[in-house]
């Protein structure tokens, strides 16, 4: 293999990056998609899962910056870029259809354990990946992960505002900017344009990857429709008039959705975690941006029923006191905050995060692994 890295599915440029990466197509019982591959074949596994509205893509540098004997993975998750269109996502289930995903893939490629790391909804993906199949997970990272208890329409104790998940999910998404999307509209002409999504609220301004086109790529390279992004919609009576629907990743967020939420607390494997945010995160936070209590609450949303019936969800709160559970029953757990910095602490902030990330890593990572 040369040392350009090879790209396939979702039509990012080539560019020069000093170590190796391949990627390729690959089949599992469950799921065909694209998977990105960093160091040596050999090395100890940590799979890297992805966010809302990006790829495996968003993680190339971060995984080809770990030390050497790490064999970094990334998949496509199913609804994004690289994945068969085909494979739809069973909002119904939670987030299990990724975790079972993850699971194949794994069998797939002869992998019995791994060190983990997710990212926003990749994030809420490992949550349940660490219910269902603990023994698997050697370490996890979380860099600003979607709250156990999904996203939006959620109480403080996780309770969803209203029993049908209104609100959330699908029902949270902005038309304009699904609209925009499914036109990959690239300017900067709407408030709601997916490039002003980015600049605005997932990275900190003014700050902005060089890789912005890249970025972008895979925002477009998004599945859309009533099965895909956003997903579909159903009537209900409870403020906003709709709730989620059956199919897509957003819906699989829903609060209504998570059928034990805490159940990565409760199992008798407990691997370290490490969980990094940035200060000052829009997307998940305990004000999110795209929570719609947040939105009623500053004004923006008319017949908002108020903080009683319809709080901003407290996502950090939420994740913070689950850690403290996940601890009291035994796990051990690490956190750090990144001053002046969004959602994507491993882009904007690299030599930082490396360096909390590397540190948790070797710590964890026993001689026989590295050997």
């Known amino acids: 293999m040369s040392d350009r890295k090879v790209h396939q599915s979702i039509g990012v440029k080539m560019i020069d990056i ?15 998609t694209r998977v990105l ?20 893509t968003w993680f190339e540098e971060t995984m080809q910056r770990l030390p050497k004997f790490f064999r970094a993975i990334a998949p496509d998750l199913r609804g994004y870029a690289g994945a068969d269109p085909a494979a739809v996502v069973d ?7 990724f975790a079972d995903d993850l699971a194949a893939l794994m069998d797939e490629l002869g992998i019995k354990a791994a060190h983990m790391i997710g990212h926003s909804l990749g994030g809420g993906v490992l949550w349940q990946f660490l219910a269902d199949y603990p023994q698997r997970v050697l370490s996890l990272t979380q860099v600003s992960p979607s709250s156990p208890f999904g996203f939006g329409c959620s ?7 209203f029993e049908d998940g209104a609100g959330s999910g699908a029902a949270a998404v902005n038309p304009e900017f699904v609209k925009l999307l499914m036109d990959k509209d690239s300017s900067t002409g709407s408030d709601f344009s997916p490039r002003n999504i980015l600049n605005t609220f997932v990275w900190k301004p003014p700050f902005q990857p060089k890789r912005m086109e890249e970025c972008m790529a895979t925002v477009f390279a998004q599945h859309t429709g009533d099965k895909s992004y956003p997903g579909d919609v159903v009537p209900s009576s409870n403020w906003p008039g709709v709730a989620p629907g059956r199919f897509g990743s957003i819906n699989a967020l829903a609060p209504n959705r998570q059928a034990n939420p805490l159940g990565f607390c409760d199992v008798d494997a407990k691997p370290p975690v490490l969980w990094v945010h940035g200060a000052d995160d829009l997307v998940v936070s305990d004000s999110s941006m795209f929570d719609l209590g947040s939105l009623g609450k500053l004004g923006f949303l008319p017949s908002w029923p108020g903080e009683e019936v319809f709080p901003p969800q407290p996502m950090v709160t939420q994740t913070s006191d689950a850690l403290d559970r996940y601890e009291a029953n035994g796990g051990s757990v690490e956190r750090y905050v990144v001053k002046n910095c969004g959602h994507t602490a491993y882009i904007e902030k690299p030599e930082e995060f490396d360096a909390v990330f590397h540190a948790f890593l070797q710590k964890h990572v026993s001689v026989t692994e590295a050997s």
């Open 18 to 32: 000093p170590t190796l990466l391949e990627a390729r197509s690959v089949q599992s019982a469950r799921l065909t």
């Open 155 to 161: 109480k403080a104790d996780g309770t969803p505002c």
């Open 91 to 97: 909002a119904t289930r939670g987030t299990k259809d």
């Open 37 to 56: 591959f960093s160091g040596p074949e050999d090395g100890v596994p940590i799979f890297f899962i992805h966010g809302n509205l990006s790829a495996a």
